[in-house]
């Protein structure tokens, strides 16, 4: 029993907060919401380069994996800098064309896994139960829709809508296309692609909420009034302090989850991922509202960048299914 | 970064589980705060330690097993889905005993551990005064150096367990003239049967004398109970309450039985149409895991070697909120049996949603059947053991929590948020220690 991260796993979140820090990642987001993705599509590749998308794929298709406490550390980093695009959807797909592959269905694996594990091209997906959209549709490569006891390549996608989150845009995928998978094989990859899917949101929507938290506490330090600093009232303190409660419980679930993934039975680790992205759910949105509400009115603003974290949090509450259905999992057990 | 266990600890776990099944009372014991409950945990507390369960990480010398936090914690698990009763002794357990490991000397070691382990001597703790409790620097009870040791005076209140208990610790100003108030302190044993100390139970909301208020005119202590260098009080004092709000007041193994009772009940008896108290149920699972892993995370870093700070007030703050939330959800979940009241234990009949009633078998089991029945799907539910087969005109009745245990463990609850520094002082220490916020007027 050792539920702590390792060192390496520590230098790979320090490596990959550094690039991104280094890459002003908040002027990526805003001109990925101006639909400008060249900043973005540079971002993945980076990410790609640094391994990100091979910890979902195995060895036999460039892949490092399956390595989902990896992957969590990974999306943590990822939220922590708002970085756009449909990342969890890539990773959700690599789940997904590996777990085909593993069931005997290589040849999707085959044609897409090296491009999207090597971070050169983007996937998005729909998944069963899990909501109709998919993220970012205009920017990917590869259009999965699993439902209906298949997998198809959809030959393309209706116009996106906008989204609170104004670097998050959604498409429904057009019908017909090739079934690439079908019956218990297609089912089978369709759960364990929303397994990750949970998983990487919980942890991308956990690094949203410390980003959120860390930006409020340097603000209220430095915003005076009454001649004291805000964050010495208690008003203020007490509601930054319930915001660190909440984080710092939803973290081990995360991780717990992401070991249940890898080393659990199912439905055990779908418990654990299903608590993990209730608890970030609840937990980061109590992020926002506190950063919000102590911000005042310049966390009010869509100049101020961290606007990009607040309609993040509530953007990726609801994605993959609302709190209560999440919820409803863990009641029965899986 | 893994969630398993090694072979030795498994074993341990097995161990404790075997003892278990074959001790835990099948009656429920009487509610601790109690005379009676008071008495009858005392003796389970014997029972424990006659086979060295009760104090599992101290060392063997003392009564213990030298568990390390691991197995502590794997024994906590076992106890607490086992039906095991409350710990009558967990002040002296929790509070006194580390702070014996970490400032007494052997003698008071050797002294005073071992009949605390067995339970012949149950600690209450007396730090509040009616004037000093957030700020409890404040306080004002003397301490007055006489020949061969102290002479104490003034009042405590709130003092846990003190209406029942044997001895008690606390701090009290034994140098009226230092220059700060948190020096000058010391920190202190004394008998609470001794000529001097008048304890006055008080009555907590339910009625039940869980405190009680100790009034301490020229009580002589020796110099033999003092704890660490007079004076020194204070800083000693917070290493205990470290303690207290950390990792050994409040073992996750308490709130995943709770859990675990609250989502067996729901599955027997809730109504699937009410998703409202469905999401309530998940949370209260959520919270159990949550507490569980963050716990399992600390103890890794402990065992790595780092210490654990004031992250302690992280915890006090989710626990203390967590059990009243999982009480209150157990409670709505009950409905109209919600309030139903349990005096000495659940003893009588419960009703079921359409008002018609059980009777409840006389000697209702407290044991946990864990392993998973043919098929798999229910949940693991209270059975009684073969050997105390119900009578055969008993049907069971629906597998259900008492209404009562869920009352009692209500008020219970309702205390945490308060006790052990309340939850607006673990605030300002985390918005202070943990996020850097400026110290400001509380």
Known sequence: MRFLLDDEQRDFARSLDGMLTAADTPAAARAWAAGEHAAGFALRQRIGAAGVFALAAPEAYEGVGPSPVETAVAFVELGRHAVPGPLVETVAAVALLARLAALGVPEPAERSLPTLVGGGASATLTLPGAGPYALDADASAVLLAAGDGEVRLAPGHAEPRASLDPARRLARLLAGGEVVASGDAAADAAGRALDWAALATAAQSLGVGYALLDRTVAYVRGRTQFGAPVGSFQAVKHRLADVLVGLEFARPLVFGAAVSLRDGDQSAARVDLAAAKVATGEAVYGAARAALQLHGALGYTAEYDLSLWLLKARALRGAWGGVGRWRERVVAGG | MDLEFSAAQ?????????????????????????????????????????????????????????????????????????????????????????????????????????????????????????????????????????????????????????????????????????DRPHRGLTYLMFPLDTAGVTVRPIGRIDGKPAFAELFLDDVFVPDEDVIGEPGQGWRIAMATTGEERGLTLRSPGRFLATADRLLRDWRAHGDPADTALRDRVADAVIGARAYQLFTWSNASRFEAGEAIGAESSLNKVFWSEYDIGVHETALDLLGADGELRGAEGFAGEWSTPDGTEHAEPADRTGTTDTAAPPGGTPPPCRTPPPDRAPPTDWTPPPDRTPPTDWTEGYVFALAGPIYAGTNEIQRDIIAERLLGLPKGRR
């Open chain 2, 10 to 178: 498994e074993e341990f776990r097995q161990k404790a589980r075997a003892w278990l099944a074959a001790h835990v009372p099948s009656d429920p014991l009487p509610s601790l705060e109690t005379e009676e409950g008071f008495a009858a945990h005392r003796a389970w507390e014997g029972e424990l330690a006659a086979d060295r369960w009760s104090v599992v990480s101290w060392p063997e010398e003392y009564g213990g097993r030298g568990a390390g936090i691991v197995e502590w914690l794997v024994f906590e698990e076992e106890y607490y889905a086992a039906g095991a009763p409350g710990r009558v002794s967990q002040n002296g357990i929790s509070l006194l005993a580390p702070t014996l490991f970490d400032f007494g000397t052997p003698e008071q070691r050797a002294r005073v551990l071992p009949p605390m382990a067995r339970g012949e001597v149950i600690w209450a703790q007396a730090w509040s005064e009616p004037e000093a409790g957030s700020d409890l620097a404040s306080l004002r009870s003397t301490a007055r150096r006489a020949p061969g040791g102290w002479v104490l005076n003034g009042q405590k209140t709130w003092s846990s367990r003190a209406a029942f208990a044997d001895r008690a610790f606390g701090l009290f100003r034994s140098d009226p003239a230092a």
